[in-house]
């Protein structure tokens, strides 16, 4: 069933504005959030414990990634609405991957996920990262119309982890 309401939605994105994207997508993360947190284990199945210690130092990791990227916004900046002579942030954690915000939720979710050995929180991580892909994707034909320097900045730059330089 939720697959299928997520499939639904995908089908009004591609045919609605910036705005009802923004916002569906929004309700489609609540959605997903929201059933991250439901308790089913379906296996009953635990790591040794120097893998638990690293899961849960990734699920930390996470949450430093997703801080530097609120920490590196601009004031000015959020989401697809901008002020007036707003400009893009191109330092700190962004210099090495364009949604950090998006890779440290990610990359908590798939951590807890293993941690609590829930096939669930998996599959919900899976749906979210194909979620984000599309969110972002969508933020970003916005930024290559408002900000020439985006697509430099795209070519240079990994969508969710950094790109491997030469």
């Known amino acids: ?30 959605i997903l959030f929201s059933c991250y947190f439901i308790d ?7 790591f ?4 638990n210690y690293t899961l849960l130092s990734l ?3 996470g949450f430093v990634v ?8 601009n004031d000015d900046l959020s989401g697809i609405h901008s002020k007036k002579g707003s400009r893009m942030t191109f330092n700190g954690i962004y210099q090495y991957v364009r949604h950090p915000i ?6 908590s979710m798939l951590a807890y996920a293993l941690f609590t050995a829930s096939v669930l ?16 994707d969508s933020e970003e034909s916005w930024m290559v119309e408002k900000y020439e320097q985006y697509r430099v900045y795209k070519k240079k ?7 491997l330089r030469k």
């Open 66 to 73: 997703i801080f530097l990227g609120i920490l590196n916004l």
């Open 1 to 30: 069933m939720l697959i299928y309401v997520i499939f639904e939605c995908f089908c009004f994105l591609k045919t609605s504005s910036i705005l009802k994207k923004e916002v569906l997508f929004l309700i489609i993360q609540f």
């Open 48 to 51: 040794a414990p120097w893998v």
């Open 121 to 136: 929180k998996v599959v919900l991580t899976v749906i979210m990262a194909v979620v984000f892909y599309y969110k972002s």
């Open 40 to 46: 089913i284990h379906i296996l009953s199945y635990s």
């Open 102 to 107: 998006y890779s440290g939720i990610l990359l």
């Open 59 to 61: 699920v930390g990791l």
């Open 157 to 163: 730059t990994g969508r969710f982890f950094p790109k």
